[in-house]
């Protein structure tokens, strides 16, 4: 099967910075598309960052020119550089993997989600 580990959320202040990892491991053939959501409290997920396995990349228009999305293919990892956070960046967020297991077999797996809160 297949495991996916977010790490690096938290608590900063307004202007500051995080870098969120997002890996998988177990059996896995290839990962196609990344991609990070985030949801607030009371609104719907929402798309953030998406990143393709030839490291195309797309983000939404709130984060655009704050947010860097990146991966690492050889360690599965998906990562999330956020800075200049403000407090509307404050959500759970949540990785998000197109694994191929097998050469035909695919599924989305998400991760868990991570907390990150940008207060003063």
């Not at 991609?35 to 009371?42: I, N």
């Not at 200049?84 to 297991?101: F, G, N, Q, W």
Request: charged share 20%.
């Amino acid at each position: 099967q297949v495991q996916v580990a977010e790490s690096g959320g938290g608590l900063v202040q307004p202007g500051g910075s995080l870098r969120l990892s997002c890996a998988a491991s177990g059996r896995i053939f290839s990962i196609n598309a990344m991609g990070w959501y985030r949801q607030a409290p009371g609104n719907q997920r929402e798309l953030v960052a998406t990143i393709t396995r030839g490291y195309d990349s797309y983000y939404e228009t709130s984060v655009k020119g704050r947010f860097t999305i990146s991966r690492d293919n050889a360690k599965n990892t998906v990562y999330l550089q956020m800075n200049s956070l403000k407090p509307e960046d404050t959500a759970v967020y949540y990785c998000s993997l197109e694994i191929y297991s097998t050469f035909s077999s695919k599924r989305d797996y998400w991760g868990q989600g991570i907390q990150v809160t940008v207060s003063s």
